[in-house]
T-cell receptor, first 114, second 116 residues
Framework: DAGVIQSPRHEVTEMGQEVTLRCKPI?????LFWYRQTMMRGLELLIY????????DSGMPEDRFSAKMPNASFSTLKIQPSEPRDSAVYFC????????????FGPGTRLTVL | AQKITQTQPGMFVQEKEAVTLDCTYD???????LFWYKQPSSGEMIFLIY??????QNATEGRYSLNFQKARKSANLVISASQLGDSAMYFC?????????????FGTGTQLKVEL
């Protein structure tokens, strides 16, 4: 089975531009998570969905960040407008409620905002 | 509130030796799960091993084992017969089973370097 798929893998953009990160979770998983990882702050949970519904967005840093999950197989994280301090690796992860609830991570998107 | 503490920012081990990475946790929930992830320099987060709070035996997965001491609230990862490919950052994480959804709380990680 395919794992979590993220695109793009790398994104370089200029300050003020809109950035959209994409994620396809593992088929059958009912939870989807967006994380951000930086050297200074480590791994931060931004938002998570259950059955396509946002459950907890308390980690979203500002109104510039938004996330959607229009269906069970697709989610986006959008930053508009982007700022240099948004530079980080953004991970998407998915899990299934049953059993252990282990989260499986995508390869990440490395975002650089110039 | 939950908290995961990894007190070793960096560890060195000789190839073929065993190494223990420390993890302590703090929760008032009676039911929870503990996870270890590996993050090599290439950046991906790889799930290694899981331990449930009610599991009677310590979890094992190949060369990985989890030394779970519930009373001490510790869940140390033991890697036996270290290999050069084990050099990576290792994260401990915890999930509550009561009301926490599937959220994980992560520690700050331990950087492991395996030497010849």
């Amino acid at each position: 089975d395919a794992g979590v798929i993220q695109s793009p893998r790398h994104e370089v953009t200029e300050m003020g531009q809109e950035v959209t990160l994409r994620c396809k979770p593992i088929s059958g998983h009912d939870y989807l998570f967006w994380y951000r990882q930086t050297m200074m702050r480590g791994l931060e949970l931004l938002i998570y969905f259950n059955n396509n519904v946002p459950i907890d967005d308390s980690g979203m840093p500002e109104d510039r960040f938004s996330a959607k999950m229009p269906n069970a197989s697709f989610s986006t994280l959008k930053i508009q407008p982007s700022e240099p301090r948004d530079s980080a690796v953004y991970f998407c992860a998915s899990s299934f409620r049953g059993q252990t609830g282990t989260q499986y991570f995508g390869p990440g998107t490395r975002l650089t905002v110039l | 509130a939950q908290k995961i503490t990894q007190t070793q920012p960096g560890m060195f081990v000789q190839e073929k030796e065993a190494v223990t990475l420390d993890c302590t946790y703090d929760t008032s929930d009676p039911s929870y799960g503990l996870f270890w992830y590996k993050q090599p320099s290439s950046g991906e987060m790889i799930f290694l091993i899981y331990q449930g709070s009610y599991d009677q035996q310590n979890a094992t997965e190949g060369r990985y084992s989890l030394n779970f001491q519930k009373a001490r609230k510790s869940a140390n990862l033991v890697i036996s017969a270290s290999q050069l490919g084990d050099s990576a950052m290792y994260f401990c994480a915890m999930r509550r089973f009561t009301g926490g959804g599937n959220k994980l709380t992560f520690g700050t990680g331990t950087q492991l370097k395996v030497e010849l």
